[in-house]
């Protein structure tokens, strides 16, 4: 198992990528109304940072991946463990990034449903992935991801 990647539940690029479809979707079918109309600064503001730094932790992490020499795609096999950039601060800076662009686009674009899907993709990211390969890379690294786990956060 270790040597063949994480035997991962769910591809989390996609998640990503048809969660605000969903959302959208969804918002289309059976809005909610709850958030106020999209275009007030009062939502716009914080939204537009909540996208910036899904946009930020999704670039640092890949960059710290391709610095290490490491497989982004969490299919492919896990060359180096990755401590810098912002795996400091997060074991899961892009999975971090994809939940955030969910609340991101919930507020910029008065998107109900991407919260419900926050929380969704969180959820999918959490059981299918994260856990997943926390046991796969436990194997791959032994004491040295050990010790990453306990001087980093999984989520924040």
Sequence with gaps: MTRAG???AVYPPAVSVIAPVVAVALEWLVPLAVLPAA???LL?????ALLGAAGWLAMSGTRAFEKAGTNVDPKQPTLKLV???PYRFTRNPMYLGMVVLQLGL???FSLDWAVLGAAVVFMLLHFGVVLPEEIYLTDLFGAEYQTFLTQTRRWL
Excluded: Y
């Excluded at 716009?44 to 537009?48: D, E, R, Y």
């Design 6 to 8: 994480p035997n991962i």
């Design 39 to 41: 275009g007030r600064l």
């Design 44 to 48: 716009a503001v914080p939204g537009a």
């Design 83 to 85: 401590r810098s950039g």
């Design 106 to 108: 919930a507020l910029t």
